[in-house]
């Protein structure tokens, strides 16, 4: 079983749809988690930490579930500029490595 | 401007020639890491480093070395590569001081063609 595991994509989505992206991760140990945003080529980009009690950022929230050892990703309004691949990252236990789940592609089209 | 510096964004060379590509952070980060990503693979982790003279073999190491002799500088080192080693290559840094600290800063990328 991979460390970190995301839905598979790619999704395509309408503009001003919501989508939900998920990620499971094996490590009950981990620490910390995160999204990242990957555009075609480029380096990823930090979108959002991902807090215990949930945490939201304008159009985007985020949530985890220590319990299921579960993360997602809510993107409201969707915009066509948020085409992009999602990477779900999780910081292992002791803080020694960030491990990157596979990424989950989204298109929103016109 | 905190930054992960890459070298060089472009390389050609030819199987067997050996090549290095050059990582530097300006922000004091103890965590450094190398990944390749090649088409629908997603980014695969090569080495990572915790701090100085401290480095570990990630996903897919092979064919590739590292070293840390300083805390800003990581290079990645191709003995001698091979034409599947052709891919885009990320390098990374972050501080791991504990949660809410860490955020990974990344490099802009180099794409290497081994011919």
């Known amino acids: 079983r991979k460390e970190v595991e995301q839905d598979p994509g790619p999704f395509n989505v309408p503009e001003g749809a919501t989508v939900a992206f998920n990620c499971t991760y094996s490590n009950s140990a981990s620490q910390s988690f995160f999204w990242y945003r990957q555009d075609c080529r480029k380096e990823p980009k930090l979108l959002m930490s991902v807090y215990s009690s949930g945490n939201e950022d304008g159009r985007f929230t985020a949530q985890l579930n220590r319990a299921s050892q579960y993360i997602s990703l809510l993107i409201r309004d969707s915009k066509l500029s948020d085409s992009a691949t999602y990477l779900c990252?999780?910081?292992?236990?002791?803080?020694?490595?960030?491990?990157f789940g596979p990424g989950t592609r989204l298109s929103v089209l016109p | 401007e905190a930054q992960v510096t890459q070298n060089p964004r472009y390389l050609i060379t030819v199987t067997g020639k050996k090549l290095t590509v050059t990582c530097s952070q300006n922000m004091n980060h103890e965590y450094m890491s190398w990944y390749r990503q090649d088409p629908g693979l997603g980014l695969r982790q090569i080495y990572y480093s915790m701090n100085v003279e401290v480095t570990d073999k990630g996903d897919v190491p092979e064919g590739y070395k590292v070293s840390r002799k300083e805390k800003r500088n990581f290079p990645l080192i191709l003995e001698s590569p091979s034409p599947n080693q052709t891919s885009l290559y990320f390098c990374?840094?972050?501080?791991?001081?504990?949660?809410?600290?860490?955020?990974?800063?990344f490099g802009s990328g180099t794409q290497l063609s081994v011919l």
């Open positions: 990374a840094s972050s501080l791991t001081e504990g949660q809410g600290n860490e955020k990974l800063f």
């Open positions: 990252v999780v910081l292992d236990n002791y803080g020694q490595n960030f491990v």
